[in-house]
């Protein structure tokens, strides 16, 4: 099982990004989606996911901002970024907690995609 991310980018502030994470191998079922973002020298933090429930979670700092989504027809999660700013600058990765049938119940984390707000 392989999480590829996609979309970062350099945008200046105010501007929109879509990231999208795709998963292939054979998942079978899927307990979790997430996002964080990490900056060097700081601690991986939450941005936003999709609980047991199926409801989205955003961390305060980016709630009315960004926006969570997933296509399970295409194995794909996303994170809607409007109105970035420069404190929104950090590598991002997505994560889900997954099980399949080699692997069984487990985390997994794609390779990290970066975004540079600059003001």
């Known amino acids: 099982v392989q999480l590829q991310a996609s979309g970062g980018g350099s945008v200046q502030a105010g501007w929109s990004l879509t990231f999208s994470c795709c998963s292939s191998?054979?998942?079978?079922?899927?307990?979790?989606m997430n996002w964080y973002r990490q900056n060097p020298g700081n601690q991986r933090e939450f941005v936003a996911g999709?609980?047991?429930?199926?409801?989205?979670n955003y961390a305060e700092s980016v709630k009315g901002r960004f926006t969570i989504s997933r296509d399970v027809t295409k194995n794909t999660m996303y994170l809607q970024m409007n109105n970035l700013a420069p404190e929104d600058t950090a590598t991002y990765y997505c994560?889900?907690?997954?099980?399949?049938?080699?692997?069984?119940?487990?985390?997994?984390w794609g390779q990290g995609t970066h975004v540079t707000v600059s003001s």
């Open positions: 994560y889900v907690f997954a099980f399949s049938p080699a692997t069984r119940w487990k985390p997994f």
């Open positions: 999709f609980g047991t429930s199926g409801t989205a």
């Open positions: 191998g054979s998942i079978t079922e899927i307990d979790a």
